[in-house]
């Protein structure tokens, strides 16, 4: 190994060099942002101003805040004034506490030809804040491949073209991560960036986190999946980032009230202790506990959300992933988070495309992977989930989104859109694992049907209608995407607050902003719209919060105290929301209240809400959603909940179905559920402080401290 690493790093060429003074973190802030335009080789340091932590706090809120900055409303994801931003927050590297170890990236994605955001573990972003720097802003294009190398402990940043090493990211980590460590000890303090030769070809792109598990002596990886940031970064013709940080310790992010922090960190660790087993069992099974809970509630999308629970869905629920994993204590993406999710396979035989017979880990699959790739493609396999987990993601690409687009393109085909000789003999039917898998394989070699999948479900409807002459409407219907991302795993059909939950999202329907499904649906505790739209205020402006500040969501909700039911408002789990609250105090020295976290938020939030209009976005017209998201679009799916929706005809729309056709039914019941849709829009604006159109007000962005003449410039075009 170490001959071959040699090898590798003799064929770099160092293009730049960049010195700096080496600073501590205070308060969770360095107050510099390292800027690097691959173009040509600039190399500088930014300062971050008050007024940006004052308004931004950090993370999500950087990154939106450097890329409005660097492009204009014509401005391409391909173009090199595109950036990719990595930031953690102010919270993030703090390892007393759970889940403070988050990275969030910011780019314009090529799916959604907006801005997007993504939220990952592994240590990057906290590595990149000791080393000196709070946020990483690339823009500009590299000639050819190229590794940045930031070495915190020398302070020191480098430019290196780097010809030899792999593209495809389990190779790729475990070479760097050799090359730049000094010893076996010195691997955790290195976190590498990647993606995949996939991402050259798609769309679809993400970007893995690494990790280093000193138990398992091997690297790990996390994602930041959404929005395709993996197709910008191999654009850029980055092969990588590497950080280099040695010395954390548990005041590395120098708070300001350490002694809180502890306390905090002690009483969550307890909580996660004694209660974890009888709730979620995280620890165990990692988010794979949601498949059984999913398709008891009837909420698991299978057949590319046709039906929510299959009778073979016990095949690939926790029970069986439990056979599969290693329950480690490392399983954490971040030092110190006890929830430990971060479930591996260790080892793992592979079957298919060109690692076929390695034995590999797979660092997964979470639920989205399993739902996505799994019951919404009617494939019920643990080891086809494992195989296309793996190679989603050492070829760089979203299980999510592969998984929607691979459920789209088998409806198609097996409804007579596409046939055998568009998919150049793939036999996407429903079910047909090998097919799925061979699609994928054809997205990492960048040929054949694959480069048309690869695209994603809106560009395919758009080629499926005009060159194989299918309805467009009905490519509408089924293709799972809004605003140009395909869905994340949760059947929204039956909530309406779910179906805002998505279709109302700034970056697209992913479920991280907003997860209603059980307080609408199965506890009905929102009944009215005005309930709804305070759900769809309170929640996507708390959820942001974690993105400001690089946490993990998972701690706040996936474990709840012992008493969390006998509270006034159980969902919002309060006595962590003031454990939040009483963290940004104790790191920034900052006192803030429980309203002004949702401030915080509410500014970055509307803040991305003009970014999208700035970009051509963000309007009613935006916030459209496929009907398939909204209720039965064929007769098969109404009939088989045939009950439920004869109940709510009578019942909620005075229709009588006796007697009616299923294709009368579901024409009535399709114009009944989009009106509701229009008026919960209506009523979700109002409570955001928006107009009709879905356009935060001037008296809105002044109350939030954002009416800057440029985002008043943005907004008063469209008022
Ligand atoms: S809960 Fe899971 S995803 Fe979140 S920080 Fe902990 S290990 Fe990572």
Known sequence: MKESIEKLKKAHKLLKTFEYELKEVNRGYTDRTLYINLSDNTI?????????????????????????????????????????????????????????????????????GTVVDSNVGGYFGPLLKFAGWDAIEIQGKAEKDVIVFIDGNNGKVTIEEAPEEAVDTHILIEQLTEMYADSEEDKRNISVVSSGRAAEHTLIGMLNFSFYDPRRKFVRIKQAGRGGIGTVFRDKKIKALVVKYAGVKGDTNKPADKDTINKLGIKMHKEIHDL????????KTGTSYLVKIMNDY???????????????????????????????????????????????????????????????????????????VGSNCGIFDPEYILECNFYCDTYGIDTISFGTLTAFVMECYENGIINKEITGGLELNFGNKEAAMELLHQMGRGEGFGLIAGQGVRRMKKIFAEEYGADPDFLQDIGMEAKGMEYSEYLPKESLAQQGGYGLTNKGPQHDEAWLIFMDMVNNQLPTFEDKAEALHYFPMFRTWFGLNGLCKL??????????????????????????????????????????????????????RVFNLKMGFGTREHDRIPYRSAGPVTVEEYESRADRYDKQLKELVGFDPEGKSTEEKVKVLRKYREEQYQKLCDAVYKRRGWNENGIPTLETLKRLGIDYPDVVEVVKKHL
């Open 276 to 283: 974890d087993d009888m709730q979620n069992s995280m620890r």
């Open 44 to 112: 500088k340091s930014k300062p971050v101003t008050q007024e940006m932590k004052d308004k931004f706090i950090g993370g999500r809120g950087f990154g939106l805040w450097y890329l409005w900055n660097a492009v204009t409303g014509n401005t391409k994801w391909n173009n090199p004034e595109n950036e990719i931003i990595i930031s953690t927050g102010p919270i993030g590297g703090t390892t007393q506490y759970p889940g403070a170890g988050k990275s969030l990236v910011v780019s314009l994605s090529p799916t959604t």
């Open 298 to 372: 009837d909420l698991l999308p299978t057949h590319n959300f046709k039906f929510g629970s299959h009778p073979e869905a016990e095949k690939i629920s926790s029970a069986e992933w439990k056979k599969w994993f290693t329950v480690t204590k490392t399983d954490g993406c971040w030092y110190g988070c006890t929830l430990a999710c971060a479930k591996t396979v260790d080892v793992y035989e592979l079957k298919t495309g060109p690692y076929k017979g390695q034995k590999v880990c797979v660092d997964g699959p979470e639920y989205e992977t399993i739902a996505g």
């Open 555 to 608: 701690p706040w909700n996936d474990i709840v105290p012992e008493d969390n039911a006998r509270t006034d408002e159980p969902a919002k789990v309060p006595e962590h929301v003031q454990n939040y609250v009483d963290l940004f105090s104790a790191v920034t020295g900052k006192k803030i209240t429980k309203e002004e976290l949702i401030l915080q938020s509410e500014r970055v939030y509307n803040f991305q």
